[in-house]
């Protein structure tokens, strides 16, 4: 290489090197700002702002399905399994959703404990299998493959 | 070895190595899209969770993948124009953007339409969705770029400059399903733990995985000629092709 070369191809790599410290630097302090989502936990904390539209992510608990009546209202517990935070949610849900499943909740929490969200998104896994064997998945007690979201445990 | 490389940036050696594998990519990339749609439609079964809808990922994956590989293959042309002022990489990285943006809106296309049924949303600002918004975003750019300066040459090296500052955007993409809570999911095949897609349904995945990457190297190298025969019209191999195609 030539001299000329070499003073370029330096050139590139400390652009390369710089960019990515300031990137990283940069997310780092969006950090929280780029979650999409607060687990429950986090709520309780009190690190999500009260009265504000947020979002909650986790698994809907077991058992925690509730029609309200007619008018397509629901409630349900959020989980990240060591926090739960009820929901109330009026609407048509996404077909993911059922107990145990991933979902996202967009809403307000008011000052009884209960959010009451406007929106309800559901989160896929990333596990693919057919039906038979998650059936026989289930059937052998082996329900660490089903129905996790992902880490709701940060 | 580096005589092979020193021939392949020679124009009329590339441009004739181009013609003859053009055919062969382009009858491989038909034969694993027959085979890869066919296991993955009719063969493979319906997922446990989201039925026939999943089969979008015989699309929306590989298009993906593809869409960060060929930023990459750009940005590491885009390196060697800046570096080395080489013309063929300058060719390469400019006949690559335009693929690479299209499969960066199929796979937001496709997953978007997944998304609505699946999701609830067509849309959401989660860090992997935004991100690769970003990338299209950036093949545009370089795309721009290029065709605003006249001269072929500055132009290349003004748009290299983009590509490579750009790659950045890449290990983005790639691990922001693990460091921010997204509604897009984790990985599934570069998982290192217990396989998370059964083989019958990972099979055709792959096969259009091969594919899609045919299908790229088919169409870089039909592009990158074009570019080639433009760029050196003045030439004498150029002058010398034209006159035997003429006769």
Known sequence: ?154 | MWLFFHKLASPPYFYALAGRLIPWFGSICLLLTVVGLYLGFFVAPPDYQQGEAYRIIYVHAPSAWMSMFIYVVMAVCGAIVLIWRMKLAEVMAVASAPIGAGFTFLSLASGSLWGKPMWGAWWVWDARLTSQLILLFLYLGFMALYSAIEDRRIAARAASLLAVVGVINIPIIHFSVKWWNTLHQGPTVTRLDAPAIDLSMLIPLLLMFLAFKFYYATAVLIRARHELLLRERATAWVRKLLERAGA
């Open chain 1, 1 to 154: 290489m030539s001299p000329r070369q070499k003073r370029r191809l330096a050139g590139v790599l400390v652009v390369l090197i710089g960019l990515s410290a300031a990137s990283a630097l940069a997310l780092n302090a969006f950090r929280d700002n780029l979650m999409f989502f607060y687990s429950p936990t986090e709520v309780m904390e009190g690190k999500a702002p009260p009265d504000h539209l947020i979002r909650i992510g986790g698994l809907v608990a077991d058992n925690s399905f509730r029609e309200m009546g007619e008018d397509l209202t629901v409630r349900f517990v959020i989980t990240d399994t060591a926090e739960n935070v009820p929901v109330e949610y009026t609407g048509v849900l996404p077909d993911l959703f059922r107990e145990g499943q991933g979902v996202v909740a967009h809403g307000r929490l008011g000052s009884d404990g209960l959010f009451r969200a406007e929106r309800v998104l559901a989160k896929h896994d990333e596990n693919y299998m057919a039906p038979e064997v998650a059936e026989a998945l289930e059937a052998a007690g082996y329900t660490g493959h089903t129905g996790d979201g992902g880490d709701y445990d940060r």
